[in-house]
C-alpha cells in the first residue's frame, strides 16, 4: 500500500472480522430470543386451521357449514382442521403480518392457502403517524 495507507488485504481482513463478528452477535441475539417466533395474527391462525389448544383462539366459534343444527360449541375433537384461511384485519393490517402468514403456509407440513386481508395497508411511517395521532388524542398533547 502506500506510505501511511493501508493495504487493500488488510482492508479487507478487517472488513471479513467485522462482518464475522456481527454474524456471531446475531446468532447470539437470535439463540436468546429463542430463534424466529411467529406473530400473534399467525400463532391464532395456526390454533384455529390445527384445533390446537390456545388461550386466544378460545374465543372462536367453529361453525361448520354442512351440519344443520351447529350452534358453534363443538368440542374440538371433534372439529376438521383447514387446508384454506381468509384472514381479514379491520383496522390498520402491515406487510410484516402478511409475510409472517405466507412464511407460515409456505413452511407447513402440508399445504395451505392463507388469504390475507386488511381494510388499510400502512407503511410503517404511516403506521407511527397514526400512533402518534391516537397519543395526541389520548393525551391532549
Do not use: W
Request: hydrophobic share 40%; charged share 25%.
Amino acid at each position: 500500500g502506500a506510505a501511511g495507507g493501508a493495504s487493500l488485504s488488510d482492508i479487507l481482513n478487517k472488513v471479513h472480522a467485522g462482518t464475522a463478528t456481527a454474524t456471531s452477535v446475531l446468532k447470539s441475539v437470535t439463540a436468546s430470543l429463542g430463534g424466529k417466533r411467529e406473530l400473534p395474527v399467525t400463532r391464532l391462525v395456526d390454533a384455529l386451521m390445527d384445533n390446537k389448544p390456545a388461550p386466544e383462539a378460545e374465543a372462536f366459534q367453529y361453525l361448520d357449514p354442512n351440519l344443520h343444527d351447529d350452534t358453534g360449541n363443538r368440542p374440538r375433537d371433534q372439529r376438521k382442521t383447514f387446508k384454506e384461511a381468509i384472514v381479514f384485519v379491520v383496522g390498520s393490517g402491515n406487510y410484516v403480518e402478511y409475510q409472517d402468514l405466507a412464511d407460515y403456509a409456505r413452511k407447513s407440513a402440508t399445504s395451505r392457502n392463507v388469504i390475507y386481508g386488511t381494510t388499510e395497508l400502512v407503511t410503517a411511517q404511516q403506521f407511527l403517524a397514526q400512533l402518534s395521532a391516537l397519543g395526541k388524542k389520548r393525551f391532549m398533547v
